[in-house]
């Protein structure tokens, strides 16, 4: 019987904006709330000094900000004379005039700092640039919408300050750095060692190609009206813990193992168990009510000995075992699989027979990319769960991950399946052209078989009859949250992927307390 899996609407989760949009949502906040444009500055400007004086609490340091012309550069000013009012004793201002263009806002805030005693110093068009002694520097020279690679004045000077090795503070987004669509490959941005960001993430911040320009970035909230920045409708939306504790359903008294579904776990060979026991215990974990591994029989003992919850449906050689489909909810496939013949013929034998959506991962995609004419066979509501080489592989070469998005976005439409993009930040795509962005994990997780625990989770979710939408969304989050736990508190390096499975009851217990 086919399980029927709902298309949830998850219209509380933050939308991540485009630099036109998020003008638009200023434009809106400042008209409704209403409020002054300098007001709004005033306070976007306030709630960057508040996070800046907890990360950086000396006020002896010295402080520069570099200033453009304008609104960044009006936030620039608002945010020195704020130090200077909390006694930061070693402020001063460099002001880039590389351009006759100068906002009203920015004439404002210039006017009130040079009511105070802050050091005000211009760098003029083709001018030297300045010696620079200050500890700390604040990047307020371009704020977001550039949609074009820095060049002339504003180029030099950022590749100044980068030689200077100084600790940079980007106010709103780095100097040079594309918010949103793709970012050239040989582009110059201000290396910021902390963003100062307001309202929200911007869309590239979560993508890898700001990796060499933000080390670390933190939202402010200021205030801009959010059920206007909801009815954009964006399909970019940033998880948060607040969207998983409403998503994930406790366990009630009076159930039993069947009502936690039955996942099948399609993994592994001789040379490759490990694979198909971390996934299967992460299945388990996660609270699917039985979990079976289809395993070599080679790998029995291995399985048993290793969590002998799991049951076992035993391979043979190259003979496909008989399968009673309709006893599973779902089918987990491809971990430590391989890609020779045999692989591929108990591929093709799962994806005939089973019309439930399935979980598709490694050795399975890499055969998927090999032979296009299984791409029919794959059931409705799917999920693929590559990381960026077998996304690729799939789909073809890309040169940026904005290109890789797009792709992701138009190929789940067309197969009306959902990709898992791994990454730092794990992309979740769907058939209807959302773009989920999980926001845990962390580099500890950076390990071979973790994206084999994922698999199981997601698998073990969709058991539970959550839809695959819950299941991609829930199983990333929990997934990075469980190595969160683990690395975080306790510095460690390295967080091994089977202590990341053991680890899931608590986590989960602790999100739906």
Known sequence: ??????????????????????????????????????????????????????????????????????????????????????????????IARFSDKVTDDFNVNLKRIEQTGVKISEIGKGEDLPIEDSEVIIDALLGSGLNK????????????????????????????????????????VLKADLVITFQQPKINFLLPESGPYIKCWEAVNIGIDEKFTRAFNSPYLAVEEKDIRQMLKPRHRFSNKGTYGHALIVAGRAETMGAALLCASACAYAGSGLTTACVPQSGLTALNSYMPEIMAIVREGVEVPEIDWEKFNTIGIGPGLGKEADPLTLLTVVLTNYKKPVVIDADALNLLSINRELWNKIPKNSILTPHVKEFDRLFGEHKSWWQRVQTGIKKANEHELYILLKNDYTLIITPQGKVYFNTTSNPAMASGGMGDVLTGIIASLLAQKYSSEEACIIGAYIHGKAGDELSLPNRMNVVLPNQVAARLPFTMAKLMA
Not at 154 to 170: D, E
């Open 1 to 94: 019987m086919q399980t029927n899996y709902a298309i949830v609407t998850l219209t509380y989760m933050l939308p991540l904006l485009t630099s036109a949009q998020i003008r638009e949502a200023d434009a809106y906040t400042i008209a409704h709330e209403p409020i002054a444009s300098i007001d709004l500055m005033e306070r976007a400007s306030k709630a960057f000094v508040g996070w800046f004086i907890n990360h950086f609490p000396d006020k002896k340091q010295s402080v520069s900000v570099y200033c453009g012309t304008g609104n960044n550069g009006g936030d620039g000013l608002a945010i020195a004379r704020m130090l200077d009012e909390h006694q930061y004793k070693n402020v001063d201002v460099k």
């Open 149 to 188: 690679p820095l060049e002339g004045d504003y180029k030099r000077l950022v590749n100044y300050i980068n030689s200077l090795n100084k600790t940079v503070v980007s106010v709103d987004v780095p100097t040079g750095l594309f918010t949103d669509g793709e970012i050239p490959p040989d582009v110059v």
